[in-house]
């Protein structure tokens, strides 16, 4: 099938760094821009230095009034933080305790939820979710009030400052290392040394690699984990499109049709892999920055660029189609359809390791 190369909006200066700091971006400039990240990235390893310091002076890691999980990844852009956390309430749920979701709130306004918690209510709705930069805080003020049998930090591998009981790494198998550098010459938060504090790692979007890539990925995490914790493997399944005029779909009936797509997530490439291995025929392809706050002049033109392209669908991601919704309302949309593709996450090895793990918190 030819795809056709991805259209980055002008709102997308995040498309361009990716694309120098991966080396698809050649020339002088593209050269000098390398140089003068790699000096801010000596700055950055300085600043890490600095906070591990920080987290081994007494009292500067407290402990919240429940157990805590926390989700987080090494590396910046998306690696299924959210939908492990929906799994994961899922889960304390099913295991007859009451979980509660605690994040930063990036990109939201005061008192506002962003998309990650606008989607995180559609994954797992009635779980409560409360948004602080200081998780801590958060956590206190709701338990205080309220029942709560364990904290399910999003984001939290280098929220440092509380303590956590069990420790969730993701790595995605598409790009697990951030091109081998810190930010923001790479894509790497910490150094890979870091993932010794993890107490799971999980490897995520396996089904967009081949079986040898994921066989070579697991024996390059081996060493670079602690020899007690596990290496799990996950996928996102795609389990429907959710229309706007308010039916589903199931995902296989992408096969075939003419589709325009755009997002604005940390990993834009996975979703386009992901329509592709459901058969769409994709006619156009736009990337966004993460949490790009769209306007009703961005749906109007991406609605007229998928009819021009001669796409009958335009289709986006759950975490996107949140702010979309608002926008779109009851307006026309030029015969093209809007939908999202709906994804979840599944544990295809180390599903009962998990619950175990989950469920020992309480013992």
């Known amino acids: 099938m030819n795809e056709p190369r991805p259209t980055r909006s002008p709102a997308d200066p995040q498309a361009r760094w990716f694309a120098i700091v991966s080396g698809e971006k050649r020339g002088c400039g593209a050269a000098a821009a390398r140089c003068f990240l790699t000096h801010q990235e000596l700055l950055y390893r300085f600043a890490l230095g600095v906070g591990n310091l920080l987290c081994r002076l007494p009292g500067y890691v407290k402990r919240a009034p429940c157990p805590v999980i926390s989700v987080g990844n090494l590396t910046v852009g998306g690696t299924g933080k959210t939908p492990m956390v929906a799994y994961l309430a899922r889960l304390v749920t099913e295991q007859g305790k009451r979980p509660l979701i605690a994040s930063r709130g990036y ?3 005061p008192g506002t939820p962003n998309e990650e918690a606008r989607e995180l209510e559609r994954l797992c709705p009635g779980v409560p979710h409360v948004q602080n930069p200081v998780r801590l805080k958060a956590i206190r003020e709701w338990t205080a009030g309220h029942p709560c049998d364990v904290a399910i930090l999003d984001d939290g591998f280098q929220h440092r400052q509380l303590a956590r ?3 969730v790494v993701l790595i995605d198998a598409l790009r697990p290392f951030g091109f081998g550098r810190l930010l923001p010459r790479g894509l790497l938060r910490e150094p890979r040394s870091a993932l010794r504090r ?7 979007r396996a089904e967009l690699v081949g079986e040898t890539e994921l066989a070579r990925l697991k024996r390059g995490l081996a060493p670079l984990v602690r020899p007690a914790t596990p290496i799990l493997v996950a996928q996102h ?3 429907g499109l959710s229309m706007l005029d308010g039916s589903t779909r199931p995902p296989q009936w992408l096969r075939g049709q003419d589709v325009a797509a755009a997002c604005g997530i940390g990993n834009p490439e996975a979703f386009r892999r992901t329509l592709g291995h459901l058969g769409a025929q994709l006619k156009l392809f736009e990337t966004f920055r993460d949490h790009h706050p769209y306007t009703h ?4 033109r991406l609605i007229k660029a998928a009819g021009d392209a001669g796409a009958k669908t335009l289709v ?5 189609y949140v702010k979309w919704l608002p926008l779109l309302g009851d307006r026309q949309t030029a015969g093209v359809q809007v939908g999202a593709l709906e994804v979840t996450m599944k544990l295809a090895e180390g599903e009962d390791v998990l619950r175990s793990r989950v469920a020992a918190l309480w013992r």
């Open 316 to 320: 986006t991601t759950g975490k996107d």
């Open 237 to 239: 399944q795609p389990v």
């Open 107 to 109: 990109g939201g306004r």
């Open 165 to 167: 009981d069990l420790d």
């Open 198 to 204: 993890a107490d799971i790692a999980i490897i995520t």
């Open 297 to 300: 002049d961005d749906l109007a």
